[in-house]
């Protein structure tokens, strides 16, 4: 295995990375709250709740941050190899399983796993031998 040391990108990635780190610490500092996505979104329905307007404020940072960085620089060309009917099936598959495992790839991996919670560890281990094993029969049992 070779590393493409063209789109190698250890600095933006620690830069995004603390970023992500910094605004889940904030969002548990100021509001008592785990930065999980799902747990966030989900928070909303049934409608309306009292805690609607920073779930909200959240979602919408997460729209309007890339909006704002295209601002400045272009965005990166999205490819994916898969089609519509892949990526839905995907996106389903994802919701089913943030439901089954009471939280996200956020709540768990980046918040969860901060607070040393065993269920966050268990949750994460999970979804990366899934993620894992998905890679592998795609690209190499399937292809």
């Known amino acids: ?42 928070g909303l329905l049934p409608w309306p709740k009292g805690d609607t307007a920073w779930r909200l404020a959240f979602l919408a940072g997460l729209v309007a941050a890339p909006l704002a960085y295209a601002l400045a620089l272009p965005l990166p060309e999205v490819q994916s190899d898969a089609g519509t009917a892949m990526l839905t099936m995907a996106g389903l598959l994802v919701g089913v399983g943030t439901r089954y495992g009471a939280g996200c790839t956020s709540g768990h991996g980046v918040c969860g796993l901060s607070r040393l919670s065993v269920r966050s560890l268990a949750a994460t281990a999970t979804f990366m031998a899934a993620g894992f094993a998905t890679v592998f029969i795609v690209r190499h049992l399937a292809a």
């Open 1 to 42: 295995m070779e590393i493409d040391w063209t789109h190698f990108t250890p600095w933006t990635s620690l830069a995004g990375g603390a970023l992500i780190g910094l605004a889940a610490a904030l969002l548990v500092l100021f509001n008592g709250r785990i930065a999980g996505i799902s747990g966030i979104l989900g």
